[in-house]
């Protein structure tokens, strides 16, 4: 089932989301929350920072795990371009998360197939994700599943599309420092979470919303394969949804 709140603004977007994951955790205090980097849950990180250091709603991740979506290969934890670092930067470093509880793909692993082997064995061991954040590309990826001709399943190793590489650059001097590379969590492991919440804010979101809303399912639209999940709730702005009727 899918379910859509239609917000004004980020800001909205980013308190409702804020809001659904404190809702779980003080539910079941020791959840697995799948989190999520990127511009898109700056904000929602940013309430979950506030609400935790102003006692608001009481909610205590002593007890939460954490698996990420995916990282950069090649780049160290202390580049400020990682996405060890932006966790730690954006949330981790705000809340009483216990650090052996937060994980992320080694990206200095040069191994692949051995990143991700053990990135799934963490899952596994975790018993799966209770709540998956999730934020959308532009050309519809989810995580870094980018469009291809089948949906990968497992953790994997992918070449980054030229469209994300443009899309990142600006967080990086120039697109050349932008990494080719990133290990990312495949679509069986997304769609095997038993919550999904993904978020979309801007104008440059509308066209991978309506696909994913009503588009057909397909590789060439990761995104798209969520209208098969059985808990997906989507928040997204006017602009994200200016190319759907709702
Ligand atoms: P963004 O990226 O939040 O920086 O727009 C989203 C994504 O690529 O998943």
Redesign the pocket.
Same mark, same amino acid.
């Given at each position: 089932m899918l379910k859509i709140y239609k917000v004004k603004n980020y800001d909205e977007m980013s308190k409702k989301a804020a809001t659904l994951i404190a809702a779980q955790v003080i539910a079941n205090p020791d959840s697995v929350l799948g989190l999520a980097t *990127?511009?898109?849950p700056v904000g929602t990180y940013e309430y979950l920072s506030k609400w935790y250091k102003e006692s608001y709603l009481d909610i205590n991740f002593e007890d939460v795990k954490v698996v990420n979506l995916d990282e950069y290969k090649g780049l160290t934890r202390d580049n400020d371009q990682s996405y060890y670092y932006f966790m730690q930067d954006n949330l981790f470093k705000n809340i009483n998360i216990k650090a052996e509880n937060t994980h992320i793909p080694n990206g200095l692993e040069d191994d692949e197939a051995k990143a991700c082997s053990e990135y799934e064995d963490i899952i596994t061991s975790l018993g799966g994700v209770d709540l998956q954040l999730l *934020?959308? *590309?532009g050309n519809g990826?989810i995580g870094f599943n980018e469009p291809g001709e089948v949906f990968v399943k497992d953790c994997h190793c992918i070449e980054l599309a030229p469209e994300t590489i443009e899309a990142n650059s600006r967080f990086f001097a120039n697109k050349e420092e932008v990494p080719k590379k990133a290990y990312t969590m495949g679509i069986g492991n997304i769609m095997k979470a038993k919550k999904i919440v993904l978020l979309a804010s801007g104008k440059a979101k509308a066209n991978a919303i309506k696909q994913l809303l009503s588009g057909k399912i397909t590789a060439q639209v990761p995104a798209s394969v969520l209208q098969l999940h059985h808990d997906v709730t989507v928040i997204a702005d006017e602009e994200a949804l200016s190319a759907v009727e709702i």
């Open positions: *990127g511009s898109t *934020g959308i *590309g990826h």
